[in-house]
Structure formats: structure tokens, C-alpha cells
């Protein structure tokens, strides 16, 4: 009996080193982790305009190409912005290209009314009267025009603002695009309406210097030659205010086909279509809806473009580097298999992109071992069904010889 026990237990001993020989020549140059899951970039859906909701042609987890309209707007009301706006665009255009041709004309007439100066000395009584009533007429205007001026620098600098303020929060993803592309058009528009404030204030100051003149000339009282050297001056700013005019309305265009941008770029907007080809998910609008910009509506994922985040401990990573093979055994469909390769490793522990990172100077010490995330991709053709869904648990293995 004792010599059978001791074959007995000699047998199992041989047994056990054999399953653990095979144990290590099966796992050495492995390195294998639970803690890993099938990741995707999700693409978030907002309304960018808001509006009444008149048709969604997709249901939750349809297939969708680049460029496929999900959800329609009802587009009327910014149909008529456009033509409200393209309606004072052209009226703009038509007040500029008169102000520009009248430029040539007063230029004309600045010189004939040199040559016609003679017959005003008889009318310089009258007209002084007159041109007081135009110096304090044109002073009111230069206010007016100064105040106006001052008031689009003001309102021009805080858009300003605005868009440097707005620039950081988009780049955070903290704002909608269209909220800071709405800044941007604001901006640009209070630039032009300053530039023709600063026009109108050149008019005004003009007018004012021309009025003066014609009174300077009224006092001549029969002097010909200073009345004619008095009119003569005055030609030039004449000349000048025609040009201000002129300057004044071309600012005025630029403003109109700002609108008119901005009101194409919202009626394009009505129209939602997907960015990239992908799988309809989270879907939170219907037919008849009242949505308002920014509103989150859906999300695409696009599922040709899956990888795995797998977080090894720290300790494991020593021999891990890009481009080994790695073997994915997915926790779903019976364990499947899917091969693929190491792409890169995260540049710090998961730990530090945590809301409240662990700072170990402030108290006692217990050391806990991190783990390090690392994007692992998938060979092609390894999943054409697209049976990997973000969220899924997989066992990624990798090869590390």
C-alpha cells in the first residue's frame, strides 16, 4: 500500500508539473488583461437653428451615409429672412452706385460754380441768414453723426469681445459652433455699421466746413474776388462730402450681405444631415417637435471605425510596445476571437485624467499599482458584420514576443 501511494503520489506530482510547464510555455511573452472594452468616436447631433420639426427620415439605429438629411426644419421663416435680407442688400447696392455716381457729377459742377459765383453777390445779404440756419442745422448733424459714431465703436468692441471670449469655450466643446458662429457674424456686422458711423461723421464735418464757407462768402458783400476764391474753396469738400457719402454707402452694402450671409448660412442650417457614415443612436426628436439651437438630437456612431481600450497595470506594460499582435476574445458571441495590433499607449494613467486626480503629498501613502490605457486596433477585415458595439467587454492578449 505504501509503495502504491507513493507511485500514486509521484504521478500526480509528474502530472502537475507537466499542466504547469504547459501553463507558462502558454502564456509566456503574454500578457492579457479583463479590463478593456470596445470604444468609438460618438458624434453628437444638435440643431444649429431652432424651429418646428417637419420630417426625421431615420429611426434609432438605422445605418447612415455621410451626408444622409436626419431630421428637416420647417424652413419657411428663414426663407423669408433671406428675402428680406437679399431685399435690403439690393436696395444698399442701388444707394451706393448712386453715391458713387454723383462723385464725377459734383466734381463737374464744383468747377462751373467758380465761373458762377459772380451772380451770388447780389443774394449775400439773403444768404447769410441762410447759411446760419445751415452751420447750426449741420452742427446738429455732426452731433447726431459723432454720437452714433460712438456708440458702434462701443457696440463693435463688444462683439469683439465676444469672439475672443467665445474662441476658448468652442474649442472646449462648451458652446454650439452656430452660437459662436452667430458672434462672429455680429462682429463682423458692428465693424461695417462703425465704418459707415465714421463715414456719416466725416459727412457731417464736412457739411459743416462747406456751410461756413457759404457764410464767409455771403459777408463778402460784393467783393467778387474773395466771393469767387471763397466758392472755389468750398468746391473740393463739396467734392470730399460726395465721396464720404459714397464711402458711407458702400459700408452700408458691406453690412446687407453680412444679413444676407448669415441668413443663407440659417437656412442651410434647417437641414440636418449626418457628418459621417455611421449607426443612428440615442435618437430624441419626432415630427412636430419645437427644437432650439444647441439642442442635442442624436448621436452617429460610426462602427468601421471600432478599437479596444485595454488598461494594463503598470506592471505589465514593461514589454508592450506598438505594433505587436494582439488577440481580442470578445466576452459576447460565444468568445469570439478578432486579431489586431497595439497602436499606442495613453501618455499618463487613467487615474491622472480623473475628475479629481489622487495627489499623494497630502496625507498618508498606500501605494496602489495604476493601469495605463491602450488603444488597440483591429486588422482589417476582421469584423465586417460590425459585431463589436462600444461598451462591450473584451480579453485583449498581447503577443509580446
Not at 476571437?337 to 501613502?365: I, Q, W
Amino acid at each position: 500500500m505504501t509503495a502504491a501511494r507513493v507511485r500514486i503520489g509521484i504521478a500526480v506530482f509528474v502530472v502537475a508539473a507537466l499542466a504547469a510547464g504547459v501553463w507558462w510555455w502558454s502564456t509566456r511573452n503574454r500578457e492579457s488583461t479583463d479590463d478593456a472594452q470596445v470604444d468609438a468616436g460618438v458624434t453628437p447631433i444638435a440643431a444649429r437653428v431652432g424651429g418646428t420639426v417637419v420630417a426625421v427620415p431615420i429611426v434609432d439605429n438605422q445605418q447612415v451615409h455621410e451626408g444622409m438629411v436626419l431630421v428637416q426644419i420647417d424652413k419657411r421663416d428663414y426663407e423669408i429672412a433671406l428675402d428680406r435680407a437679399r431685399a435690403e442688400l439690393a436696395d444698399a447696392e442701388a444707394s451706393a452706385a448712386a453715391a458713387r455716381a454723383g462723385v464725377p457729377i459734383t466734381s463737374t459742377t464744383a468747377a462751373s460754380n467758380v465761373t458762377t459765383a459772380r451772380g451770388s453777390v447780389d443774394q449775400a445779404a439773403s444768404e447769410v441768414s441762410a447759411t446760419e440756419q445751415a452751420i447750426e442745422a449741420a452742427k446738429a448733424r455732426l452731433a447726431t453723426a459723432q454720437a452714433r459714431h460712438r456708440e458702434a465703436i462701443a457696440k463693435a468692441a463688444k462683439s469683439a469681445k465676444d469672439v475672443e471670449r467665445f474662441k476658448p469655450l468652442l474649442a472646449k466643446d462648451e458652446i454650439p459652433q452656430q452660437q459662436f458662429d452667430g458672434a462672429v457674424s455680429a462682429a463682423n456686422a458692428d465693424a461695417a455699421a462703425t465704418e459707415s458711423a465714421a463715414a456719416q461723421v466725416v459727412e457731417a464735418e464736412l457739411e459743416v466746413r462747406v456751410a461756413q464757407s457759404r457764410f464767409a462768402q455771403a459777408q463778402a458783400k460784393g467783393h467778387q474776388a474773395s466771393a469767387e476764391l471763397s466758392e472755389a474753396q468750398t468746391g473740393p469738400e463739396q467734392v470730399k462730402v460726395t465721396q464720404a457719402r459714397a464711402a458711407a454707402a458702400d459700408a452700408k452694402v458691406m453690412q446687407a450681405r453680412a444679413v444676407v450671409r448669415q441668413a443663407e448660412m440659417n437656412l442651410e442650417y434647417t437641414t440636418v444631415k449626418a457628418p459621417v457614415k455611421g449607426t443612428v443612436s440615442k435618437k430624441s426628436v419626432e415630427v412636430g417637435q419645437l427644437i432650439q439651437p444647441g439642442q442635442a438630437l442624436m448621436a452617429v456612431i460610426p462602427l468601421d471605425r471600432v478599437w479596444i481600450t485595454a488598461n494594463f497595470k503598470e506592471t505589465q506594460v514593461e514589454h508592450i510596445r506598438p505594433g505587436q499582435r494582439v488577440t481580442i476574445r470578445a466576452d459576447a458571441y460565444g468568445g469570439r476571437t478578432f486579431a489586431g495590433k497595439v497602436e499606442s499607449l495613453a501618455a499618463a494613467t487613467g487615474a491622472r485624467f480623473s475628475l479629481l486626480p489622487p495627489d499623494n503629498s497630502t496625507g498618508n501613502y498606500v501605494k496602489v499599482v495604476q493601469r495605463i490605457p491602450i488603444r488597440i486596433s483591429l486588422d482589417a477585415g476582421q469584423d465586417p458584420d460590425h459585431l463589436l458595439r462600444p461598451g462591450m467587454s473584451v480579453v485583449p492578449t498581447v503577443h509580446t514576443d
